[in-house]
């Protein structure tokens, strides 16, 4: 056949910006893996995260638990802090409930979803209908009602600056302890070399030589004796403790978390109120809101009880202020919550 034509070699893939792309790629994967659900993880966020999940654990489902355990509210206390909802697949096993957790879903419309269960090496995917769904939400916008939004999202920076702040202070630290060593010209070879044996070690130490460089970098005379100049930034021109304290505390209040709860201070009296503030004015009414939704699974009360009933001092106290005020012992005993005890 003519004309001939030669066998066309594949054509090879060039990408001119593959170093910019693979920076980029590991930029956005690193803020991905350093947030959940637009909260951007902090030592702040996380404890404050591991306050509600815990503060579930402790929650008294009534009137019989089914498989609202504690591991299965902690993950609910977890999920509702970092993504504002939390969503479990309902399954029937040996006739009891069983709830698995979903790591993402798809809500397709008309009470239908497909969940995305995490295992091992894979993913469960399953079609389920709204009565095989537990879906918790908090917090949800009037824009859109069937989604939550979680507490750090509702609190504009704060958070995403704290978080700017531990990452900057820890790319920092990589830094400490390496500096600049500049030589002038006029220290013999021989001194250099002794000098450089003595303080290279651990590759901290950077050798400037020449005179353009050391008046560049150090900003001194050639002239002057040569000195360690350090790399690393100075943190105290910063002065960031204020601005780091005040962001904790900020944030702490914003999730629902009294800042007295983890003082550092050591007043027992402070924190066993701003516990009970905790439980009064962020966990019952979360609770309260869950339960329409928690009947798919028969639970029709969450009780805070375990947990209040941890505070014996507090509830002594009570008892002897309501005696005080002329309250008999056996109802005083009855309004702290004492009416079981033997």
């Given amino acids: 056949m003519w004309p001939l034509t030669r066998k066309k070699k594949p054509e090879t893939e060039t990408r001119a910006a593959f170093p910019t792309v693979t920076a980029e790629y590991l930029t956005n994967r690193r803020d991905t893996l350093k947030g959940t659900g637009g909260a951007s993880l902090s030592a702040t966020v996380g404890g404050a995260a591991m306050m509600w999940s815990r503060a579930f654990s402790m929650l ?26 939390a969503v479990f697949h309902i399954r029937v096993r040996a006739n009891a409930l069983e709830l698995h957790r979903a790591a993402f879903w798809d809500e397709v419309g008309k009470g239908r979803y497909h969940l995305h269960l995490a295992r091992p090496h894979e993913t469960e995917t399953v ?8 879906r918790l939400t908090i917090n949800s916008d009037a824009s ?20 700017s702040i531990e990452t900057a202070i820890a790319d920092a630290m990589e830094w400490t302890g390496k500096g600049l060593l500049p030589f002038p010209d006029t220290v013999p070879e021989e001194q250099q070399s002794a000098a450089l044996r003595g303080l290279k070690g651990g590759g901290t130490l950077a050798a400037i030589k020449s005179r353009a460089d050391f008046a560049t970098n150090v900003g001194q005379s050639s002239r002057q004796e040569f000195h360690r100049t ?19 505390y900020r944030v702490l209040a914003a999730s629902g978390v009294p800042p007295a709860l983890v003082t550092g201070n050591g007043n027992a009296g402070a924190m066993r109120e701003a516990y009970r503030l905790f439980v009064l004015q962020t966990v019952e009414p979360l609770a309260r809101q869950l339960l329409p939704e928690f009947a798919k699974v028969g639970v029709s009360k ?41």
């Fill in 60 to 85: 008294d489902p009534a009137p019989d638990a089914g498989p609202l355990t504690a591991d299965v509210l902690a993950a609910i206390g977890l999920d509702l802090a970092l993504r504002g909802e």
């Fill in 127 to 134: 079609r389920a209908i709204e009565g095989e769904v537990l």
């Fill in 144 to 163: 859109q009602p069937w989604r939550g939004r979680s507490p750090f999202l509702m609190m504009g920076g704060s958070p995403a600056l704290m978080a």
């Fill in 230 to 248: 350090e790399l690393g930034p100075d943190l105290r021109r910063a002065d960031l403790n204020p601005a780091v304290d005040a962001l904790h």
């Fill in 302 to 342: 969450l009780s805070s009880a375990s947990m209040l009933s941890a505070d014996v001092a507090g509830r002594a106290r009570a008892v002897g202020t309501l005696v005080g005020a002329g309250v008999p012992l056996e109802r005083a005993m009855r309004l702290a919550g004492w009416e079981d005890d033997t």
